[in-house]
C-alpha cells in the first residue's frame, strides 16, 4: 500500500480521540478556486481541534507566499503552536534519535 507520512496514525488517533462523540462547530473560512476546496475549521469544546494537532506536533502550518493569500482566522494562534512544538521537539519536530516530547503523551497532558 502506499507509504504514510510521518505521525499519520498519531494525527488519526488524536482526532479520533477528541471527535468521535462530541459535538463539534464548524466555521468556513475560505476557498481556493484552483484547488476546488474549501476550507474551515472544527472547534471540540471551544477549543481549536487545529491548534491541538499542530501543538502536539501532528501537523504543520502552511505558511502563505504573500499577505494577498486567504488563509485561516486561527493563523497567528497556528504559528504560535507549531514554534510551541519545535522548540519542544515534539512529533514532527523531534529528531531521528525520538528525542522530543511524545506527541501522544503532550496531547493528553496539555490540550484534551
Not at 501543538?55 to 485561516?72: M, Y
Not at 494562534?77 to 528525542?99: I, M, N, Q, T, Y
Amino acid at each position: 500500500g502506499p507509504v504514510e507520512e510521518p505521525y499519520a496514525f498519531a494525527a488519526r488517533e488524536f482526532l479520533r480521540k477528541e471527535l468521535i462523540g462530541k459535538m463539534v462547530a464548524f466555521q468556513f473560512e475560505y476557498k481556493v478556486a484552483q484547488l476546488n476546496r474549501q476550507f474551515a475549521s472544527v472547534f471540540v469544546d471551544d477549543k481549536s481541534v487545529s491548534i491541538g494537532l499542530v501543538k502536539a506536533g501532528l501537523a504543520k502550518v502552511r505558511r502563505p507566499n504573500n499577505e494577498r493569500e486567504d488563509r485561516s482566522s486561527e493563523y497567528d494562534a497556528l504559528c504560535e503552536a507549531e514554534d510551541d512544538a519545535v522548540a519542544h521537539k515534539r512529533g514532527l519536530h523531534g529528531d531521528a534519535s525520538g528525542g522530543g516530547d511524545d506527541p501522544a503523551v503532550f496531547a493528553r497532558r496539555e490540550i484534551v
